[in-house]
């Protein structure tokens, strides 16, 4: 079919909530995808991080295809062993705990919400959360989400959540209160603009909520498996929160959540108090399963460490070059660049030359390639960054036509 028909029915029959760039990807392999008319792109943003160990991994494909002719889904009234196996191997790499399944990073946090809630339930429920996090869209995540902009227009929001300055300990401890039941966090916020978790805050955060009997929860979905050089990013930091959420690459693609809860806590989601139908699918867990044996047989968290240390020597060697590089963000495999101009236009120029990042808060690049990248694919990205950034240099030196400074705007269309 026609891309631009693709692009057609969208605009007819698809509710247009996302802002959408007018690219239609057919196929993917790796760090690679390609359009619909077989142009190749260099993926530094796999699915917003979902194909964190990149696109199609052929463990992943063999798992899903293997998977789906002997049985899709069981309902969670029954056991499928696939459920339980996935449930250990996360444990395994995290603390003593039990894992709760479902099919999103929403989703994961309003379990981890509930939970809390429960546990606190019925003097302690207010929990607090950072200015500019992002934990969803469902009306809870959103709620709990730092920035009024995902919440215009769907108040009133749900109650008992209040967000706080990021690394800063004083307001933090200023915000708890007798009903605060948990703090929620992203060791690196993600979506705003890839801003790292300081070390002696992490560990005052978790000294204070052991202090006062309160819940710390790490959003992990878009930092967990590997992104940041340890399977989870806490691990960075030597400490353990009391539950993470999980979903974005832990299914290598597949749709998959979980909420993992310390051993103490875990039960307290007694039968009947949550569910997910499609949660913890034995699709979803073969899918997630095949994506631990690559982390682990392919050596993907080292390789994340390795090309992530020259990621990072390459993007500060740009901002040596470039002032409009404000700051290089980051751990693993998760950069952020501030620039002290709008992003968008460089999003768009490395569009053009195929090359997939992000822009988020406007002006913070954001590039997590597959960790599966290589040296010389890092290479590649930094030249077209270059490139582009030398175009945009060059193009604000150049006095505008003189035919745009008589005519305006209007004439110079002309
Ligand atoms: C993407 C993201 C979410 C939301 O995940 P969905 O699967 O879109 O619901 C939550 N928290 C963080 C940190 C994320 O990056």
């Known amino acids: 079919m026609d891309y631009r028909k693709t692009i057609r029915l969208y605009y ?11 690219l239609v990807l057919e196929r993917g392999k790796g760090t690679r995808v390609w359009d619909a008319q077989g142009d190749e792109y260099l993926d530094f943003f796999p699915g917003w991080a979902v194909s964190g160990i990149g696109h199609c991994h052929r463990r992943v494909v063999e798992a899903i295809k293997r998977q789906a002719e002997q049985l899709i889904h069981v309902s969670n009234n029954y056991f499928h062993e696939l459920q339980g196996l996935l449930a250990q191997e996360i444990i395994r790499h995290a603390f003593p705990g039990k894992v709760f399944f479902c099919n999103s990073g929403a989703e994961a946090n309003e379990a981890a919400f509930k939970l809390v809630r429960k546990l606190g339930n019925p003097s302690r429920y207010e929990i607090i959360t950072m200015d500019r996090s992002f934990h ?18 769907f108040e009133p929001l749900v109650p008992g959540f209040k967000s706080v300055a990021w690394n800063d300990l ?15 966090l992203e060791p690196i916020q993600g979506e705003g603009g890839v801003r790292v978790a300081d070390d002696r805050y992490l560990s005052a955060v978790r000294r204070l909520c052991s202090d006062r009997k309160i819940y710390l929860v790490f959003d992990e979905v878009q930092t967990g498996m590997g992104r940041t050089g340890r399977m989870f990013c806490y691990k960075n930091y030597g400490l353990e929160p009391d539950i993470m959420t999980l979903a974005k690459s832990l299914g290598g693609g597949f749709p998959i959540g979980a909420m993992v809860a310390k051993r103490e806590i875990a039960d307290a989601l007694g039968p009947g108090t949550h569910a997910a139908t499609f949660g913890g699918s034995p699709l979803a867990c073969a899918a997630a399963l095949a994506t631990f044996e690559a982390i682990e047989k392919e050596k993907l968290i080292g390789n994340a460490v390795i090309v992530g240390s020259f990621l990072f020597k390459k993007l500060n060697e740009l901002k040596k070059k470039h002032p409009m590089i404000r700051e290089v963000r980051g751990m693993g495999l998760m950069a952020g660049v501030e620039l002290s101009i709008d992003g968008r236009g460089i999003y768009e120029d490395c569009l053009k030359e195929r090359l997939l990042i992000n822009c988020t808060q406007g002006h913070v690049l954001r590039l997590m390639p597959p960790l ?11 030249q077209v960054l270059d490139e582009v950034m030398i175009a945009v240099e060059e193009k604000s030196l150049t006095p505008p036509p003189v035919s745009s400074v008589i005519g305006g705007p209007i004439a110079s269309q002309s």
């Open 12 to 22: 007819d029959y698809v509710i247009p909530c996302y802002t959408r760039t007018p």
């Open 136 to 153: 969803g869209r469902t009306l809870a995540a959103v709620s709990a989400t730092g920035q009024t902009k995902y919440q215009e227009g």
């Open 170 to 184: 004083e307001a933090l401890e200023r915000a708890i209160t007798p009903q605060t039941i948990a703090i929620v």
């Open 372 to 382: 599966v990248v290589k040296e010389k694919e890092v290479s590649r990205a930094i």
